[in-house]
């Protein structure tokens, strides 16, 4: 009787310390859930709060701005830069970046028609703008054009951030040209000023200036 009595409570005895080690053993799911919460964290490098505020890329706008508003004015003039080194064009203000001008060019039924475009970063008055270097030249896009051609000049992007600058086109060789409307409203640019051979005209040339802003 004894004897089983011994056998019983050694029986007893060895279960209580079977659940005592259980209990002290940690879960594995425990574990393994801690390991992958942070290894998202790092995986991702951010905390996903920080994910959520993050704020979009800046993008371009772009934007069409007229010198003169076409029709307005009281008749049509071909304005004439035959000579080597004759000039005409437009001094205007931009509040966006530029990268083109076009201008309406007529070459006199002459197809071999030369000129250059060349713009200035205004300076002051017309004298000190075109005695300083110019800042894009362009001797390649009125070359050869054909008869009143819209000749779109492009500006390398970056060249002509915002401000006030003076474009020309010259005369290089044979019967370049522009069209312009005598006294006609002005565009996009209240303060736009016209010239031709270096002295301000009436004549308004036609042409517009494209360019982008950056907006959020």
Same mark, same amino acid.
């Given at each position: ?10 029986? #007893? #005895?060895?279960?209580? #310390?079977a ?7 940690p $879960?594995?799911? *425990?574990? &393994?859930?801690?390991v992958a919460?942070?290894?998202? %964290?790092?995986?991702?490098g951010?905390d996903?709060?920080?994910?959520? %505020? ?7 706008q772009y @934007? !069409?701005?007229?010198?003169m508003?076409?029709? $307005?004015?009281?008749?049509? +003039? ?6 080597a080194? !004759?000039t005409a ?8 970046t +530029? &990268?083109? +001008?076009?201008?309406v ?8 028609a030369?000129?250059?475009?060349k713009?200035?970063?205004w300076? &002051?008055?017309?004298?000190? %703008?075109?005695?300083?270097?110019p ?10 054009? =054909? =008869? ?8 390398? !992007? *970056? @060249? ?5 600058y003076?474009? #020309? ?5 044979s &019967?370049p *040209?522009?069209? $312009? ?5 002005? *565009?996009?640019?209240? !303060?736009?000023?016209?010239y031709?051979?270096?002295?301000v %005209?009436?004549n308004?040339? @036609? $042409?517009?200036?494209?360019g982008?802003?950056?907006? =959020?």
């Amino acid at each position: 009787m004894h004897k089983k009595i011994f056998a019983l409570t050694m029986i #007893l #005895l060895l279960v209580m #310390l079977a659940v005592a080690a259980c209990a002290e053993k940690p $879960s594995d799911s *425990g574990s &393994t859930e801690g390991v992958a919460g942070d290894g998202a %964290t790092e995986r991702n490098g951010k905390d996903p709060a920080e994910e959520q %505020t993050e704020i979009p890329a800046p993008k371009k706008q772009y @934007i !069409d701005m007229d010198l003169m508003v076409v029709g $307005s004015g009281t008749g049509n +003039v071909p304005l004439q830069i035959w000579k080597a080194g !004759d000039t005409a064009g437009a001094k205007f203000k931009a509040d966006f970046t +530029v &990268t083109e +001008v076009d201008v309406v060019c007529p070459s006199f039924t002459n197809e071999d028609a030369v000129m250059a475009f060349k713009l200035y970063k205004w300076d &002051t008055d017309y004298e000190t %703008t075109v005695a300083a270097e110019p800042i894009w030249i362009d001797t390649e896009t009125g070359y050869h054009y =054909e =008869e009143n051609t819209a000749i779109i000049f492009e500006i390398e !992007d *970056g @060249i002509a951030p915002a401000g006030t600058y003076l474009w #020309l086109l010259e005369g290089v060789s044979s &019967t370049p *040209g522009m069209w $312009s409307e005598t006294d006609a409203e002005p *565009g996009g640019d209240p !303060d736009v000023v016209f010239y031709h051979y270096g002295k301000v %005209t009436n004549n308004c040339i @036609i $042409s517009s200036v494209h360019g982008y802003t950056m907006t =959020e």
